[in-house]
């Protein structure tokens, strides 16, 4: 495992002294102060990863967890799904919702509660997180609509996890993510620029955690190279695909009011082959997926 070797801006160590920036340096690298995945998220990556799921498959998860049980039916009767009157039961439920919906809300839920014992940091917007990885989510989908190289499902899924490190930022190290947010609002710099001038990024907490979750390797190089896609090997065409999406939901609501989207460079467009005249169609029609991603985050407002 790579290892953070300084810490701090301009080597500067910060407010906490060195030896406390050194602590910190060692519990990232040990990796042990991160949640450990339970049964059900387990589950619920296995689900996501198999392909043309039945219904009933998908609705069984979620009858026997009845917290994502009465979180999918809060999603179903939103007026966003629901047009025909209350919906109670499961099945109808995923159906209204939609399977690909319904697969990004049981694995989002399930990873939301592994962070659920633990205090986020005071400026964390969970909800924010949520409305961000859906519509990243989404954007992913959509563009990989027509090309061969990425699956749908696959593309979803590396954009509904691609910012991990930062939910684990702002849980498990909550001082250096309010660090970050404020050295960003000073700076005018963007929250990552914030983060690698402190020297934590949460492209590399992202990268510790999904390799002690034991996620596949495409997940753990997108979480740690969404950013710098060409540094990504063997990886860094479906990182591309991620940061293009990143960048659009990024244009699409700005978290925090200083994430400053800076646009894909024209290699990492041809990386993932995708052209800079589609970006310009795709924020045209975007309002329903703001929408769809809108609903949905809002479960994530008493997730425990």
Known sequence: MEAIKDIGSAGTPGSGGFMHELSILSRINRAEWLPSPDQVLARCLKLFAEEDVPVKKIGDVFKVEGGLCSQLLKVANSAFYSHSGRIDDIYHAVATVGIREVKNICLAITMARQFGHIKMAESFDLTGFWRHSMLVSFIADEFAEGRPWIKRDSARLYGLLHDMGRLAMG??????????????????????????????????????????????????????????????????????????????????????????????????????????????????????????????AQIFDNIS
């Open 171 to 296: 849980g498990c190290l909550p001082e250096y993510f309010e660090k970050a947010l404020q050295l960003s609002r000073a700076g005018n710099l963007s929250l990552n620029e914030a983060e690698g001038a402190l020297g934590i990024t949460h492209t590399y907490l992202g990268w510790i955690l999904a390799k002690k979750w034991g996620l596949p390797e495409p997940i753990r190089f997108i979480a740690r190279w969404h950013h710098d896609p060409l540094e990504g090997a063997p990886y860094s065409r479906e990182a591309a695909f991620i940061n293009i999406a990143d960048y659009l939901a990024n244009i699409i609501i700005e978290p925090y009011g200083i994430m400053r989207a800076m646009p894909p460079s024209g290699d990492i467009l041809a990386l993932a082959d995708i052209g800079r005249n589609e970006l310009e169609n795709y924020m045209e029609k975007a309002q329903d997926i703001i929408k769809k991603a809108d609903v949905i």
